[in-house]
């Protein structure tokens, strides 16, 4: 059972945010997500993928990096690239993406502040 599934039987026991959240899933990998199904194991019961194809597999190793919050690597706030944080609290993949995501932060709050006078 994939991201599809999910979506259209748990569609009316959901609310919108876990519904956006399946449908960014399902447009990650292209609409073709991977499924699993539980396997019994000797010892417990664990998940086994299927992927369809080395890229799907490729693509949900990098979102669960992506979404682990103890991981080094981090999605960028201003290019929304990936990168590997040198340190824990990184936001930013470069100085300079820092610096343009505070010049744009810092002419929204102006234009919000004229607006209001």
Request: charged share 25%.
């Amino acid at each position: 059972m994939g991201f599809n599934s999910l979506f259209y039987l748990d569609y009316d026991s959901i609310d919108e945010d876990t519904r956006s959240l399946y449908r960014q899933g399902i447009s990650a990998f292209g609409g073709v997500s991977p499924t699993y199904r539980i396997a019994l194991g000797a010892d417990a019961p664990m998940i086994v993928w299927d992927f369809h194809s080395l890229l799907v597999m490729v693509q949900m190793c990098f979102s669960l990096l992506l979404t682990d919050k103890d991981t080094d690597m981090r999605l960028c706030k201003h290019c929304k690239k990936a990168f590997i944080a040198s340190r824990k609290g990184n936001e930013f993949c470069s100085p300079q993406c820092k610096n343009q995501f505070n010049v744009y932060k810092s002419r929204e709050k102006k234009k919000g502040d004229k607006r209001n006078d």
